[in-house]
């Protein structure tokens, strides 16, 4: 049972020294507090999947006590995670190390017993993390199945009996009757021994594995051998897969996907090779160009959507939740280009960041600088901007201005770039740098320049505190009890950070005749946002064309839920800031939209959002240049080892499918397939939609999988959304995603795309 590819990882680094150490486990010091440091056995099991570890606790389940490599987001050496800065400055850095994970779950902060102890932990994980990335779909489905074959073979003699058999197939998400796995069972067991071993086993997973719906579109093209020549994929490329650059694609996918060393040197493509591409980054449903920067980024930095984290420093919710420097790394590794700060006064002159007049806890702004700086660029090299929201006295903006310089050296961008004045850098010319958006005393020469009343150490300038606006009576006490001021005294030093983005109160949109300065950008509600996008759509994208626009969620909030960022990207807002570690929908369109454009951070506006002349307004849209409007022609065709939901063994997936359409109001819509009952391995739908599309350029696509359930709200299974304009057409599978945004590791959906003009 062993055979065929099991241990992947395992056999391509056999005789890796820091594999067998790890396969061999330590004795590592778990880190959760200053007080609590306890050695604890951690081990590589035999599958190189999953790692077990030793634990006390006397009612802990088996399965509490392993935990995946998938479910690795990195591994981090020395201190640099909040606990290890915090409870292990103690221990030389060369032996600690922490492994941070992909969901909300907390890091887990490890120290060795010896350097070399933890290098071969942090080289170990790193190796078998870049083996299991590099694996293709194919290899990825082998190794899963045979984990799950293994854990039904109960007796571990690497055979499998019927009741065996029976259980392996609840282990991958498939409800089969008695009669049919019977059936299957004496198909395979060749030897009539009642136990399946070796090439039994092999072909149980050949019958388990059949892709029919491919093999179908595969004898299309292929010839009386089983052999697609490369004449043929050519033709399947462009007739189907409307493929512009088929006849140079097609000899470079058989390089790329074809097993079969005979077919390959033939340039052929067999049925496995065909499955290969179709599994494949090429076979995508997401247009692979559009991994990788293709827009145009000189242009003036308001014209572009920017990836935008509200209050960006809490790991949970608004009133009571953790604060932490994590959430910064993980924000700006999720492509967010616009992070938010609320500082305040703390302890020993040094300035903290935390919720206002909440219990949130609290964490320095220094140590949030150096996070914002070790990470800022490691995504995206486009700009960040630090978004301030200052409380601070004077003598600690002074400090806050210290730090910034100090710590951001280069990086911070403190004079315009070529003494550009007249309107915004591009995102290409800011490159590398962190720009500071907060407020900035009055000049009587231009703000953005160097000169002007240099003696002014500080003035009163309006204090617009988004926090005072939690609908929360906790905090409506507290601010009563504080006697909040309208003003706040600016430090010159905190002020000369800020370039390009000098915050400003809205009083409505600007006079022809005394236009603002382009540096100058308001912040706005959801729901003041939403009000202006109703009522005064074409004068809000004119505004947005010449300036920034900051959005935020509303006060009554205090859960982290998000508002849908669709309406105010339609006006042209650009930093639409929504709570980053809140999953949902809204997140799920957020990081559909930003992973565009090479998941850089900033996607380019539609041209009718950018032009000056421009009368286009969502909510009333009329005749004009905004793009051909289009007919989607959608099938749901399969699926393919989708996850439990309910852990229970016996629990089998209801799975069912909705397409929704976010865009204009016009395009908005949703529709949905039957439902699947008890197989999650490979449901069949085979079922088709039509969708019009009257604004492509502002349509993104969710299909969402949910476990249908008949008396409770459905269980959500995977989804994956993506802009309309990325769509690929043809025969693609969709790679789904967890709740969290990580990828799957093999689940798919199988369908079929057609985009046509409408007359």
Known sequence: MESNGTFLACNSLKDDKDLKFLLKGSQLLKVKSGSWRKERFYKLQEDCKTIWQESKKVLRSPESQIFSIEDIRDVRSGHKTEGMEKYAKDVPEYRCFSIIFKDQRKNLDLIASSEDDANHWISGLGKIIAHSNSMNQKQKLQHWIHTCLRKADKNKDNKMSLKELKNFLKEVNIEVDDYHAKKI????????????????????YKILTERKEIDKIFQKYSDAEGFMSCQNLVRFLYETQQEEDAVVAAPALIQRYEPNERAKRGNAMTKDGFLMYLLSDDGNIFNSSHRKVYQDMTQPLSHYLVSSSHNTYLMEDQLTGPSSTEAYIRALTKGCRCVELDCWDGPNSEPIIYHGYTLTSKILFSDVIKAIKNYAFKTSPYPVIISLENHCSVDQQKVMAQHMTTILQDMLLVAPVDGNKSQFPSPEQLKGKILVKGKKLSRREDPTGTNGNNNLEAEDVSDEDEAAEIEDESVKTEIQQKGKSDTLKLAKELSDTVVYCKSVHFNGFEDPSHPRAFYEMSSFTESKALKLAQESGTSFIHHNIR?????????????????????????????????????????????????????????????????????????????????????????????QQLPKVNKSKNSIVDPKVTVEIHGVQQDNNKKQTKVIEN?????????????????????????????????TKNDFIGQYTLPFTSLKQGYRHIHLLTKNGDPYSSSTLFVYINIQDCD
């Open 185 to 204: 069972f004496q198909h395979c067991d060749k030897s009539k021994t009642e136990a399946l071993e070796d090439d039994e086993i092999e072909e149980f």
């Open 679 to 711: 197989n999650g391995f490979n449901p069949k739908w085979d079922e088709e939609f039509t969708f019009d599309i009257e604004i492509p350029a502002l349509a993104l696509v969710r299909f969402v999988v949910e476990d249908f359930d008949m008396s």
């Open 547 to 639: 300036h920034l626009s900051r959005i935020y969620p509303a006060g009554w909030r205090t859960d982290s839920s998000n508002y849908n960022p669709i309406d105010l990207w339609n006006v042209g807002c650009q930093i639409v800031a929504l709570n980053f570690q809140t999953a949902g929908t809204e997140m799920d369109v957020y990081q559909g939209r930003f992973q565009d454009n090479g998941f850089s951070g900033y996607v380019l506006k539609p041209e009718f959002l950018r032009d000056e002349q421009t009368k286009f307004n969502p909510k009333s849209i009329t005749e004009g240049t905004w793009g051909t409007k289009k007919k989607l022609l959608l099938k749901i065709i399969s699926g």
